[in-house]
Structure formats: C-alpha cells, structure tokens
C-alpha cells in the first residue's frame, strides 16, 4: 500500500538537508574570514607541494602507483586504463567480505579493512618503492587515523572527491563524518570536482585542486550504429528527472530513459555508449538531488560528447570553463526552452551534427582522464611534464 505521507516526508528531507548545507556553507565562509585563508591558485598549488627535495620527477609510464578505491561499475574502466599510462598500478579494492553497505560494515568490517589496508600499504610501499598514491575515498570507508599511518610513509597521496557539493561533511558516524572533512588534511592534495567546496578544505587544514571528472577515449568512443532514438537520458531515476521526462512526452517528444528506476533498467557501458550514438539527443541533468538550483558537474558531461553524442543538459556557471554552450553541447533553463531546443536541433539535423562534432573534438583534447591525472601527477611533483594546454 502506497504511504500517501511520502510526498510530505521527501519534502520535508529536501528541506532538513538544505538547511544543514546552508549552516554548513556559513560556517566555512565565516571560518575562510575569520583566519584570512584564501583558495590557492592552480600555479600556488604547485608551489604550495614544490617543497619536497627528496622527490624525483620521473617520466611519464615510469611511476609506481598505489590506487585505493573500489569499483562500483564505473572506476575500472575511468581509472585503471588511464593510470597504467603513467606506469604499474597496484589497486587495493576492498569489496567482496568488506562491502560497506552491509550492516556489518560499521559493527566491525570497517575496522577489519582497515587495519588490512594500514598492513598490506606498508608492504607494498617498500616492495613496489611507490611513487604515489591515488585514492577514492571518504570517511565512510576509511579511519582518519589509517590515513594518519600510511601518510607516515612519506609517499605523496591525493584523494578525488566527486561529491562535495552536498557531502564534504555528510553523516555523523560514530562522531565522524561520512565525507571528506575529517580525511582531508592527512592528503598532501585534495582533488575535488566541486568548486565551491574549496574554501572547506583550506579551512580543515588540506591543500585543494578543482579539477573535474573527465572520460576514457577508448570507452567512450563514437559507434558506427544507426541513430534512432530522437531523445535519451542514462541515469538514476529521482529527483524532477521523472516529471522532466513526463513533461517531454507530454509535449510530443519520443525520449527514452535507462537506469536504475526507470522501466527501461540500467545499461552496460557498451550498451550505454552505444546508446549515446544511438540518440540524436542525449539528455543531461546538473542538480544536486534534494537542493534547489544547486549544481554540479557530471561524469555524463564528458563522456557523452566524447562518445560522440550531441549533449543538452542543465546550464550551470561551471559548464562554461568546460565547453562553449552553443557550439559544443547546448544547455537550458527550465523545461520550456528545454522543449524548444529539443525541437530546434531534431528540425536542424546539420547544426546538430556540427555541434555534436566540435563537442567530441573538445572533449577528446581537454578532458580526459589522463589529462587529469597527468595535471595532478605533474603538481605533486612525482612526474616531469608541462601544463602548455590548460583544461578545466
């Protein structure tokens, strides 16, 4: 039986959290015045991590790296190609008997893992004499004070934080926080994809850098398939994805939806990058679930035109250091002119096909995860390269 309190009570959390994000916002800005800190410049941030003699840059495909992550369904394909560019990779992953979405996880698996993890980086760091350390973590999965160990080692560490709009702090566990806020300061650089969570490390004591996700050219790659679906979107259903998608079909416009929620169900990344080609149109979404107009940038904003796909998503300021709206992927305000543009570029095929041509060009040349870690490798002072071209 369907709970007729439900639409009041996902409300209500919408509110509750975007209250907590509003103090949590005020508290960082009053605390960046209060000590007279300052977001450090990319070229800073270089300067800021130059002070470390004893390391030797090496060259590109030279590097002994330690990646700890898990793979979700995603991190595989994005990270392990990209960085094995840069040399070997060992890859700590903690699911199978560690998963942390058990109930099992915080009563005593979280505790196992690391401890595990705290051994097995102290023999792999003197065997592998590592280079450097990636990792794609929270404070959900790691300890502070696991990371406090394996920074004793000396070897430089990043962590990558894709979600810091809404949960650099996140949940209370066990008196800490589920994000990035109590791990930061134990990283020697804190790559985020939120710009405006910046300010929050530099207040927790860790070094920043802005720095997006980005695409895998050998995944994400024009298929020589036929086009026709007029409209899609690959993504979680929630949010105002469902009344969007509702609203299109209202206005006569064949769209697809794939993923979890959707009737249509999750894709394959093969089948999900077959489908960018597939479409005319692929569908992007730029809101924070549960925060009104908040934003932030997507996997989807690169892997779409970099597989080739014309992309039409949700204007926010941070799209535009990325891609020239208008030229290289089209964005929109509100479902109106969503409804126009969508049925400007289906009467318009030539302009389409222009823009979804200067979109992948972009999208190959600047943003790939490569680039990325060649830009984060090269600030961290492990590997001699140059930063002529700069991306976003």
Same mark, same amino acid.
């Given at each position: 039986? $369907? ?28 605390? !960046?015045?209060?000590?007279?800190? @300052? ?14 003699? =004893?390391?030797?840059? $090496?060259?590109?495909? #030279? +590097? /002994?790296?330690?990646?700890?992550? *898990? ?28 998963? *942390? ?24 760091? $003197? #065997? ?18 696991? +990371?406090?160990?394996?920074? +004793? ?18 949940? !209370? ?30 207040? =927790?004591?860790? +070094? ?7 695409? &895998? ?9 036929? !086009? ?11 949010? &105002?994805?469902?009344?969007?998608? /509702? $609203? ?23 089948? %999900?990058?077959?489908?960018? /080609?597939? #479409? ?22 690169? =892997?779409?035109? !970099? ?17 020239? #709206?208008?030229? =290289? ?37 600047? @943003? ?14 492990? %590997? ?9």
């Amino acid at each position: 039986m $369907k709970d007729p309190l439900q639409p009041y009570r996902r409300r209500f959390r919408r509110w509750r959290n975007a209250q907590r994000l509003r103090k949590e916002r005020y508290y960082y800005q009053q605390k !960046m015045h209060a000590l007279g800190l @300052h977001v450090p410049a990319e070229d800073e941030v270089g300067h800021l991590l130059g002070g470390r003699p =004893e390391l030797q840059a $090496k060259d590109p495909g #030279s +590097l /002994s790296i330690l990646a700890i992550y *898990h793979h979700y369904n995603w991190e595989n394909e994005a990270f392990l190609p990209s960085l094995l560019q840069f040399g070997r990779v060992r890859h700590y992953d903690w699911g199978g008997e560690y998963d *942390h979405q058990s109930k099992e996880w915080n009563r005593g698996l979280k505790k196992r893992m690391n401890d595990e993890l705290v051994v097995r980086v102290r023999e792999w760091v $003197k #065997s592998d004499q590592t280079d450097v350390i990636f990792c794609y973590l929270s404070g959900e999965i790691v300890y502070p004070e696991t +990371l406090r160990q394996i920074a +004793l080692h000396g070897v430089p560490m990043v962590n990558l934080a894709l979600n810091d709009k809404e949960a650099f702090v996140g949940k !209370m566990r066990g008196g800490w926080a589920t994000g990035s806020r109590d791990i930061c300061r134990f990283f020697d650089l804190c790559w985020t994809s939120t710009e405006d969570a910046l300010g929050k490390y530099c207040v =927790e004591g860790a +070094l920043p850098l802005y720095l997006p996700e980005g695409g &895998n050219p050998a995944v994400h790659k024009p298929r020589s398939v036929e !086009m026709d679906i007029d409209v899609s979107f690959v993504g979680q259903c929630y949010g &105002n994805r469902p009344e969007v998608i /509702s $609203k299109l079909h209202a206005a006569g416009i064949n769209v697809e939806a794939f993923g979890f929620g959707w009737p249509n169900g999750p894709l394959t990344t093969e089948e %999900m990058v077959r489908l960018y /080609s597939r #479409s005319r149109i692929n569908l992007g979404f730029g809101g924070v679930d549960g925060l009104d107009a908040t934003y932030c940038l997507k996997g989807r904003d690169f =892997e779409v035109p !970099m597989s080739g796909g014309l992309y039409l998503t949700e204007y926010h300021p941070e799209l535009e250091r990325c891609y020239r #709206s208008g030229e =290289e992927i089209v964005t929109y305000r509100g479902i109106d002119e969503l409804v126009e543009k969508i049925k400007w570029l289906l009467d318009h095929p030539e302009e389409a096909a222009r823009i979804r041509q200067c979109g992948y060009q972009r999208a190959v040349q600047e @943003h790939t995860w490569e680039m990325r870690f060649a830009k984060v490798f090269g600030l961290l002072g492990v %590997m001699r390269t140059n930063f002529a071209k700069k991306t976003c």
